[in-house]
């Protein structure tokens, strides 16, 4: 009987942890993003992204946020450079909102997004 108890705790703990980390799998990467900035020498000008959701683990995610990226800044009369920033509020996958500060290129800031870019929690 003790050894049916601890066989049926231990198959439990395995299935909630598969379920999880299935949950979390498929949200990985997934980002709502609340609000949007561009940084640039030109001036500050706010995106059009509001509730917008990118995966931005993907490289069809990571596209099409660029691609925002470049219209936005096309819309407001400058081009992006390496020097200005993108700084974007988003909700996780357990809805805290948060802020991430990327550099304006697409090949730098998709380094920084796929090495677990640096993200400030917010109060």
Known sequence: MKRVAILLIVLAVIFSATAFARDRYDMDGVKV?????IHTAKGDF???????VFNVY????LDALWKELCDCAKK???TLQSCDKIVIFFKDYWDVEKVAVLTA?????ADEILN????????
């Open 33 to 37: 993003i609340t609000s949007a900035f």
């Open 46 to 52: 706010k995106l059009d992204l509001n509730r917008r």
């Open 58 to 61: 993907s490289e069809m995610g």
């Open 76 to 78: 407001n009369g400058c």
């Open 105 to 109: 290129d697409r090949e730098i800031m």
């Open 116 to 123: 677990n870019f640096s993200t400030y929690l917010l109060m």
